[in-house]
Every structure is written in structure tokens, then in C-alpha cells.
């Protein structure tokens, strides 16, 4: 676990993260974090959960049109 402060900067508020995290997550200067609410409180990830919705929606209709997808590449 780790501790971090908010702090104010210009009109934003910002939080800094210890380089272990930073570490952890794969990410650097100029990434891009994604907070997500979930039943246990928040959840920071790399991962867009947008994208991943679109992702498995892609899923399912790729496999129900499959045959006319691959007609289409052609």
C-alpha cells in the first residue's frame, strides 16, 4: 500500500506517485491511467475500459458474422 497527497497545482489537483508504482504499471511521463469506480472502492489501471467494451462487442459480432466478414475482406 501506498500513501500519496493531493495536491493543487494552477486550477487542477494532482497526486504524485512513487516510482515503484510507476514501475509496476509500465508507464511513464506523458501515459495515460484510467480510474474506474468498482464495488470495492476506486480502481487505477492502464487498461481504457471503454476500449475493452468495444473490444468484446467486437467479439461477439466477428464470430456471429464471420462468413460475411470474410466475404467482405475479399
Same mark, same amino acid.
Given at each position: 500500500? %501506498? $500513501?500519496? @497527497? +493531493? *495536491? @493543487?497545482?494552477?486550477e487542477s489537483f494532482v +497526486? ?6 510507476? *514501475? *509496476?504499471?509500465?508507464?511513464? &511521463? ?6 474506474? &469506480?468498482?464495488?470495492?472502492? +476506486? *480502481? ?8 475493452? !467494451? /468495444?473490444?468484446? /462487442?467486437?467479439? !461477439? +459480432?466477428? &464470430?456471429? %458474422? !464471420?462468413? /460475411?466478414?470474410?466475404?467482405? $475482406?475479399?
Amino acid at each position: 500500500m %501506498y $500513501a500519496v @497527497k +493531493i *495536491q @493543487k497545482v494552477g486550477e487542477s489537483f494532482v +497526486i504524485t506517485l512513487p516510482e515503484e508504482v510507476l *514501475q *509496476q504499471l509500465n508507464v511513464g &511521463e506523458g501515459d495515460s491511467l484510467f480510474l474506474t &469506480e468498482t464495488p470495492d472502492g +476506486i *480502481q487505477l489501471t492502464t487498461c481504457n475500459p471503454e476500449f475493452d !467494451k /468495444a473490444m468484446k /462487442a467486437y467479439r !461477439k +459480432i466477428s &464470430e456471429k %458474422y !464471420k462468413n /460475411a466478414l470474410r466475404e467482405l $475482406a475479399k
